[in-house]
């Protein structure tokens, strides 16, 4: 069953923009599907087949006067000798949409498209399905807790222990639109990952030591990036632990979540914290059977954290595909005064805290007077993301909001 994707309208402008259009994200995470689903009049090539990437690194320029444009050319990170003879054939006809590409790593792609395809290329990153997806909810706005949006903004009901239901199960499409079994399903993932993307970026030898890396940064979503004491956990050194972060995050299965730093503030807190960006594999990695064991557990607040932070990331990336890396932060002081989220939009904030509490109260947006502080800041309507079922005002212009309502 395809499940529509929010996503979808800016893959279908973006075509039409430049020569080439590549979709990164995660394994499984549904590229292909969609691709395939949108841009029916591409031929579909695959380099997971064994002639067909060979074909490609020998002898790259035959390989488009055997397959001429428009292709579709899925897992490229595999060729990325291509690139060059796609620049060629690009600036030769001025072609738009001649080539379509996606791939789950970019550590292998990236250095090709930067020095062959730059100007010519748009990449955009494919995330989980959203809640809104799943629930077939058309609306596509990103979330900003503006009473603008929440005013357009009018979700299904959602229970309290689908809530659960969901993060623990994930967002993957096969888990969400099949009837897949839970635990051979990410058994799978895993393997699939660590022999098909890790190994073949040849830094890493040990692939059980690996995963015992994946365990550790889950257990430690949502929280402060302590690369030593990961590394004393794991037994590698800071060096390997920082080489190895950086190929979940390429790989789109861990978030950085930069801190907010002002120059004039000096007590601000500059260590970045780490989300997962599929709670259902985080789950399996730390051993959660169950969504009650999950929601009864000692992490549950860290991971209805990790939860709505995708929520908020997936409607911002499916309304124009930019990853907002730049328009989110997080603040925390050396005073303990910490603020879950901050979204910055057109040079104002606007605070969010995360809680899986279903009342909130003044409480939880002390730390938002925080931002007053700061010259030359303008601060923006803030909320409570929670497990409310409506949206209720707590002082001012600063509400608790459902999380339906993402």
């Known amino acids: 069953m395809y499940i529509k994707r929010h996503i979808e309208n800016v893959l279908e402008s973006a075509i039409n923009e430049k020569g080439a259009l590549c979709v990164t994200g995660a394994r499984q995470i549904g590229k292909s599907t969609v691709l395939k689903t949108l841009f029916q009049e591409h031929r579909e090539l695959t380099l997971d087949e064994i002639r067909l990437r060979r074909l490609a690194l020998e002898q790259p320029e035959e390989f488009f006067e055997q397959f001429e444009p428009p292709v579709f050319i899925d897992e490229i990170q595999y060729a990325p000798s291509l690139f060059p003879y796609m620049k060629i054939y690009i600036d030769k006809t001025n072609a738009k949409g001649a080539f379509i590409l996606s791939g789950s790593q970019r550590h292998e792609m990236m250095t090709g498209v930067t020095e062959s395809l ?3 290329i748009n990449l955009i990153d494919l995330y989980g399905l959203s809640l809104r997806e799943i629930q077939g909810d058309e609306f596509s706005e990103r979330f900003i807790p503006t009473q603008e949006y929440l005013s357009k903004r009018n979700p299904k009901t959602l229970k309290y222990n689908e809530i659960w239901e969901h993060i623990w199960r994930g967002f993957y499409p096969e888990i969400v639109a ?4 839970w635990s051979r399903f990410y058994s799978s993932y895993v393997r699939t990952y660590l022999d098909r993307d890790v190994s073949k970026l040849g830094q890493v030898r040990d692939m059980l030591q690996f995963e015992r890396f994946m365990v550790a940064i889950a257990a430690r979503t949502g929280q402060l990036l302590n690369i030593s004491a990961i590394s004393k956990d794991t037994g590698i050194s800071v060096q390997t632990a920082e080489r190895w972060l950086s190929i979940l995050v390429a790989s789109n299965i861990v978030f950085i979540l930069k801190p907010y730093h002002n120059n004039i503030m000096k007590r601000l807190i500059k260590t970045p914290k780490t989300y997962f960006l599929d709670t259902g594999l985080a789950s399996y990695l730390l051993g959660w059977d169950n969504a009650k064991v999950l929601q009864n557990g000692a992490m549950s607040g860290a991971m209805f954290e990790t939860f709505v932070i995708g929520e908020i990331i997936k409607s911002w990336v499916n309304f124009d595909g930019v990853t907002p890396n730049m328009s989110f932060y997080y603040y925390r002081d050396k005073d303990g005064n910490e603020i879950d989220l901050l979204i910055n939009r057109n040079g104002v904030l606007y605070p969010i805290e995360i809680k899986k509490n279903i009342n909130c109260d003044k409480g939880d947006i002390t730390a938002f007077k925080q931002l ?14 929670c497990m409310a079922d409506d949206v209720f005002p707590i002082s001012g212009n600063d509400k608790a909001v459902g999380v339906r309502f993402l």
């Open 372 to 385: 007053d502080k700061i010259p030359e800041i303008k601060r923006g309507d803030g909320c409570v993301v």
């Open 178 to 181: 099949q009837n897949t079994d």
């Open 118 to 120: 730059a100007g010519s």
